[in-house]
């Protein structure tokens, strides 16, 4: 079974430019996650979707990122300007469904903004 | 607000030397706490779910306890390829969808 897949791995690119990362999550898995994790800390929630729906975005700071997840499946997270204090890891998960299943994670893309 | 705290932050053991990671959280409601691995430049990897006071999973040399403060990474007799960073999250019943909380993590260090 396929996992999670994430990409670009890593990304490099100036301050106010924008970037966008593109997540597929594991078949069958109606929930996707989009996690921010800086150097030595936990992942951080910054969406979450059932389905297509957006069910919880209180932790996406919406006056520059944004993210979508058309038709159920992948999703795409987008950052637009970029500032430096956005470099981070930026992870995505899925799970079968909300509550107490196990999440599942990509490898990640690296974002450094210089 | 639910909160998670690992300790130690590092470890370093000697290969065959057993040791025990913490996770203390408070939340209202525990619907579930999860163990993950990370490997360096990797996502996290799911390890262990426990859902209640007194459950305890195992897998190789590690083994998952929980109480109703806190849970226990049990590693025994690590090897070196049990170096990694252990991560403990707790899910809490006053969030209907599903939040996983992280804690920092655990660096954990096996030498031969």
């Known amino acids: 079974e396929a996992g999670v897949v994430q990409s670009p791995r890593y990304k490099i690119i100036e301050k106010k430019q924008p970037v966008a990362f593109w997540c597929n999550p594991i078949?069958?898995?109606?929930?996707l996650y989009w996690y921010r994790q800086n150097l030595g800390q936990g992942p951080e929630l910054l969406i979450r979707?059932?389905?297509?729906?957006?069910?919880?975005d209180s932790q996406l700071p919406k006056d520059r990122f944004s993210a979508e997840r058309l038709k159920g499946v992948d999703s795409t997270l987008k950052i637009q300007p970029a500032e430096l204090g956005d470099s981070a890891v930026y992870l995505c998960?899925?799970?079968?469904?909300?509550?107490?299943?196990?999440?599942?994670f990509g490898q990640g893309t690296r974002l450094t903004v210089v | 607000e639910d909160q998670v705290t690992q300790s130690p932050e590092a470890l370093r053991l000697q290969e065959g030397e057993s040791s025990s990671l913490n996770c203390s959280y408070t939340?209202?409601?525990?619907?579930?706490l999860f163990w993950y691995r990370q490997d360096p430049g990797k996502g996290p990897e799911f390890l262990f779910t426990?859902?209640?006071a007194g459950e305890e999973k195992e897998k190789e040399r590690l083994k998952a306890t929980l109480t109703k403060k806190e849970s226990f990474l049990h590693i025994t007799a690590p090897k070196p390829e049990d170096s990694a960073t252990y991560l403990c999250a707790v899910q809490a019943t006053t969030d209907s969808w599903g939040k996983f909380q992280f804690g920092a993590g655990t660096q954990v260090v096996v030498t031969p």
């Open positions: 426990l859902y209640s």
């Open positions: 998960a899925s799970s079968l469904r909300l509550g107490n299943t196990e999440a599942f």
């Open positions: 939340v209202s409601g525990l619907r579930g």
């Open positions: 078949s069958g898995h109606n929930t």
């Open positions: 979707y059932e389905n297509e729906e957006a069910v919880d």
